[in-house]
């Protein structure tokens, strides 16, 4: 009777063990990256100019879905425009203008090239930048 007590003690212990080596593990760490995630944290000003704040209205409706809200960029779609390779001395506001009327190639980062953005006057693109630049300035990028 030992045994057969040992026998079947045996093997519901390998029979767990198989179970436990064969059923599905959680694989996502809870700080894992994941697509669309924001590329960077930064400071949101407490308040916009008149035209930084139809800048992010314009924005919001345009950029975002690629370069994240508040320009944070998002992970897998576009980069974040609050980094220090859009300062102003390297990527002035004119850069903005023709890089929604003809598209940019990627060349800083390798999330494709960006299309062309069609709906956006000039006016439209110049209240974006003020944005940005309000987002940068409170982020130390001058």
């Known amino acids: 009777m030992n045994k057969t007590l040992s026998a079947v003690a045996a093997a519901l212990v390998l029979a767990a063990g198989a179970y436990y080596l064969t059923a599905p593990q959680e694989q996502t760490l809870p ?45 897998g779609f576009g980069p974040p425009l609050v980094h220090r390779i859009y300062e102003p001395s390297h990527h002035s506001d004119m850069a903005f203008q023709l890089a929604v009327q003809n598209g940019v190639r990627a060349h800083h980062w390798k999330f494709g090239d960006m299309p062309p953005q069609s709906g956006l006057t000039p006016s439209d693109v110049a209240n974006i930048v003020a944005y940005v630049r309000e987002l940068q300035r ?5």
């Open 138 to 142: 409170a982020n130390g990028i001058e």
């Open 31 to 75: 700080d894992a990256p994941v697509e669309g995630d924001a590329l960077v944290a930064i400071t949101v000003p407490e308040s916009l100019t008149p035209e930084a704040t139809m800048g992010q209205r314009a924005f919001d409706a345009t950029c975002a879905a690629c370069h994240g809200e508040n320009a944070t960029g998002r992970r």
